[in-house]
Nanobody
């Protein structure tokens, strides 16, 4: 079974940066998709960025040019570098893992971490 543990969340001022990490274990070699999703109070979980195990990455339009997702196979770690943060970026950020479609759709993920909170103040 796949286990995901997020870290790196915190509170920052608008325009600041934050780096989130997701330590993965128990996954099998082969094709898979990993990504970051976020959810605000009373809102649905939305895709931020997803990355295929072979390299391609897809970003939500709202974060293009500001966020960068990367996967370190040697360390089994998924990272999300967030720059020029905005108040609307606030929310609980979750790391997801799936073996089907690699898209910005929460339902395509099969496993989730418990999340790490991100708060951006204006």
């Amino acid at each position: 079974q796949v286990q995901l543990v997020e870290s790196g969340g915190g509170s920052v001022q608008a325009g600041g940066s934050l780096r989130l990490s997701c330590a993965a274990s128990g996954y099998r070699y082969g094709s898979y998709c990993m990504g970051w999703f976020r959810q605000g109070p009373g809102q649905e979980r939305e895709g931020v960025a997803v990355m295929d195990s072979r390299g391609p990455a897809t970003y939500a339009e709202s974060v293009k040019g500001r966020f960068t997702i990367s996967l370190d196979h040697a360390k089994n770690t998924l990272t999300l570098q967030m720059n020029r943060l905005k108040p609307e970026d606030s929310g609980m950020y979750y790391c997801g893992y799936g073996t089907s479609w690699c898209q910005l759709v929460a339902h395509f993920m099969d496993y989730w971490g418990k999340g790490t909170p991100v708060t951006v103040a204006s």
